[in-house]
Each structure stands twice: as C-alpha cells, then as structure tokens.
C-alpha cells in the first residue's frame, strides 16, 4: 500500500473492470434480447416476409399480413387440392380460411413508402416491438400498447370499460383483444383454445340439425295420419253415398 511495489492499489471499479477484461461481460440469452428475428415480425408480412404497406391485416394468432400477399395465398391454396402440397411454412396459416378470419388494422401504420411502414400506438406514441406488448382489439382493428390498456382501465377486471380507448367502439370482450406476435407457448395455447371453440360450434350445429331433423319426421308422421284420416272418411262417403256425412257419426240412417 506503501508503493514500494509490494501491493497493488486498486479501486473495486479497477477490479471490477479487470474481472469483466478477463472473462467477457455476460451475453444475454435471446429470450432476454429479442433478436431480429422477432423485431422483424412487426415489420414485415408473415407470408410473403415484405415490409408491411396497407392495407395491413391481422389474425387471431397475432400475425401481421399485407392484405394483397393474403389474399394471393388463399388464391394458390384453394387451387391446389392435396395438403401435401404446402410448404410447410403455411401450416401455421391453416386457421386462415378466408378474409372473415382477419381484421384490419390498417389505421395505426405510420409512414411512407419510402422511409417505411410502421405499427404506432395512437395513444402512447410508442413503435410497435418485441420490447412491448401490442395487442390488436378485434371489432375495430385498432392496434393499443398493453401500457395504454392498463393505462385507461381496459386490462382491469372491475374497470373495464369495454369499449375501444381509441375509436370508442363498444362491445368489446376478453376474447377481442388478441395478442400480437406471442410466445410459441401463447400462440400455441391460442390455437388449441380455437379449435376447441370451432369444435363445439360444430356439436351444436350437428345437434340443431338433428333435431329439426326429427321435427320434420315427426311433422311428417303427423301429416300422414291426417291423410289417412281424411281418406277413410272419403272412402266411406263414396260407399255410403245415400247418407248424410252427420248420420255417419250419429248412427241415424235415412
């Protein structure tokens, strides 16, 4: 300590310093530091991978399309008849049957042709990013910050305002506001979820079918016996055609 050259003296920052020069500071995992793999998904179209221009359209899965490169995939879909010949890049797509299964949210891009397109929150003013949650409200497409929707009582159970913090629409439930670009884990739990709902919709038409069904063999049943009724009676007017029709249930004979 002296400076006899016997003892360093060194600050806990020089140590410090020393430390990180020798083993490397410490690299974040891609889960801590979204790569550009994922920024690239608020940016570009999740079929054609061009940057997005409106209009803009998204699913309930949480990706984003240029509206002209969905509608040429659902084109070249419908004209190929067997599933073994997609790639299988549009297996994640399947869900998507026509434009009714998508919702436009065209109004929150920001920008030009030539600097770009971009997904802006109109309430918070923030880009959309992998560094934030963006969610995409269902009825009128508009797309809002998880901070804008906590922000107005949106995300809040007992002051929900059920109705667009943007454009005032109302009517909006839990199952409106869809997360856009999830986690694997989100995305997939979403999708087992819409299968399941596409599932029971389909029990129930099945069931409501059968059951007018049934009412329309029972309609049917009930029209035949008055038929058959009816022809009895005729048949016996034609052989009792010197009776009245009321002595036939009187038992008066002329």
Known sequence: MGGD???????????????KDILGKRRKTSDEAPGDAK?????????????????????????LFNKEALIRFLLERKAKTKQEDFCTSTDAFQHIKSLKDVVDCSRSLRGDPETGFRLVCPITLQDAS?????????????????????????????????????CFSTGLTEADVVL????????EKKRKMMVSTTTKKLQSKL?????VISQNRARTNTTSEKDSS?????????????????????GAVR
């Open 5 to 19: 050259g016997g003892s360093l003296n060194n600050t806990r920052l020089e140590l410090v310093q020393v430390r």
């Open 207 to 211: 069931s409501n079918s059968g059951n």
């Open 180 to 187: 856009l670009n999830p986690s694997a884990e989100e995305r």
């Open 230 to 250: 009816q022809n009895i009676l005729s048949s016996i007017f034609v052989n009792n055609k010197t009776r009245k029709p009321e002595e036939l249930f009187t």
């Open 39 to 63: 920024e690239a998904n608020y940016r570009t179209c999740a079929i054609s991978r061009e940057p997005l221009k409106p209009p803009v359209v998204a699913c309930k899965l949480g990706y």
């Open 130 to 166: 992998s560094k934030r949650r963006f969610y995409v409200l269902w009825k009128c497409g508009c797309i809002v910050s998880e901070n804008a929707l906590r922000g107005t009582g949106f995300l809040n159970v007992e002051n929900c305002t059920k109705s667009c913090p943007v």
